[in-house]
């Protein structure tokens, strides 16, 4: 069923070439119909147990048409990252699935990242699928910090394995740092601030103030009051975060002058 699905996605992609090639620009309807989404979803969840073997089933037939279907992957990251939840709490699955999925569905997208959207037969936005992932991984964790422990690894992994992708990507990084600045993970906060300092270009630009320096202020807010003695023992780290925050402090970024004050203050 998963490889007879592709295959009319398959069709739908070709027609919309077609047409280009015809009309110049003649827009097709490249979403999911409601038959399609539920038939997906049905394969996909009907047996929890199953999941991981499908999925590799899906990216294969993917494979096999050499189509890059985000919206199929999206749609299908997105169902589970609700399903899990679910399946989750009455130990239907060993939540390591849900890590398995992530780092599956994302080893896959990003073996793309050094081809041209052009020379790729892609259908919908691969930035889609990245943003489901994190999803996937964090959302079913929230307000619960057992659960959070275990999501604040998987970041860790999923970050660690596929930053090159995530960082130049700014609604991706916002979306990073939405989750950096929560106390549950640490790790993660730790790996997000190291990373950035090793890739300074994608800090905010210096002329430029805007909800992605503020929401990097208040991860490094919180970074600092859940780590402070960590980065005291480390000159390196004192250091890095002083620049950091000098440079969110020529953008007037809010709240980086008061952040930059404590820390000096606590340094003395």
């Given at each position: 069923?998963?490889?007879?699905?592709?295959?009319?996605?398959?069709?739908?992609?070709?027609?919309?070439?077609?047409?280009?090639?015809?009309?110049?620009?003649?827009?097709?309807?490249?979403?999911?119909?409601?038959?399609?989404?539920?038939?997906?979803?049905?394969?996909?969840?009907?047996?929890?147990?199953?999941?991981?073997?499908?999925?590799?089933?899906?990216?294969?037939?993917?494979?096999?048409?050499?189509?890059?279907?985000?919206?199929?992957?999206?749609?299908?990251?997105?169902?589970?990252?609700?399903?899990?939840?679910?399946?989750?709490?009455?130990?239907?699955?060993?939540?390591?699935?849900?890590?398995?999925?992530?780092?599956?569905?994302?080893?896959?997208?990003?073996?793309?990242?050094?081809?041209?959207?052009?020379?790729?037969?892609?259908?919908?936005?691969?930035?889609?699928?990245?943003?489901?992932?994190?999803?996937?991984?964090?959302?079913?964790?929230?307000?619960?910090?057992?659960?959070?422990?275990?999501?604040?690894?998987?970041?860790?992994?999923?970050?660690?394995?596929?930053?090159?992708?995530?960082?130049?990507?700014?609604?991706?990084?916002?979306?990073?740092?939405?989750?950096?600045?929560?106390?549950?993970?640490?790790?993660?906060?730790?790996?997000?601030?190291?990373?950035?300092?090793?890739?300074?270009?994608?800090l905010p630009l210096p002329s430029i103030r805007n909800d992605e320096s503020e929401l990097l202020v208040q991860v490094l807010a919180e970074f600092w009051d859940s780590d402070s003695k960590w980065i005291m023992g480390k000159q390196a780290l004192r250091q890095d975060l002083r620049t950091m925050l000098e440079q969110l402090q020529e953008i007037d970024a809010v709240g980086a002058r008061r952040?930059?004050?404590?820390?000096?203050?606590?340094?003395?």
């Amino acid at each position: 069923m998963l490889f007879t699905l592709i295959h009319q996605r398959q069709a739908v992609y070709l027609n919309y070439k077609n047409y280009q090639r015809e009309d110049g620009y003649s827009p097709v309807n490249t979403r999911l119909y409601t038959n399609q989404s539920q038939i997906l979803n049905a394969v996909i969840t009907f047996n929890p147990t199953e999941v991981a073997a499908r999925i590799n089933i899906l990216i294969e037939a993917l494979k096999s048409v050499e189509l890059v279907d985000c919206i199929v992957l999206s749609d299908v990251v997105d169902t589970l990252s609700y399903c899990v939840v679910q399946w989750s709490s009455s130990s239907i699955i060993d939540n390591s699935l849900i890590n398995h999925i992530a780092c599956t569905v994302g080893k896959y997208i990003f073996e793309l990242r050094n081809q041209q959207e052009s020379n790729l037969r892609l259908v919908g936005r691969v930035r889609d699928v990245w943003e489901k992932l994190i999803n996937l991984l964090w959302k079913w964790s929230q307000n619960n910090i057992e659960k959070a422990t275990q999501a604040d690894q998987w970041l860790v992994n999923f970050f660690s394995h596929f930053h090159d992708v995530l960082l130049p990507d700014w609604v991706l990084r916002i979306k990073l740092y939405r989750i950096g600045r929560s106390t549950d993970y640490k790790q993660f906060r730790r790996l997000l601030f190291t990373t950035l300092v090793q890739n300074q270009d994608h800090l905010p630009l210096p002329s430029i103030r805007n909800d992605e320096s503020e929401l990097l202020v208040q991860v490094l807010a919180e970074f600092w009051d859940s780590d402070s003695k960590w980065i005291m023992g480390k000159q390196a780290l004192r250091q890095d975060l002083r620049t950091m925050l000098e440079q969110l402090q020529e953008i007037d970024a809010v709240g980086a002058r008061r952040l930059a004050d404590q820390i000096a203050d606590s340094l003395v």
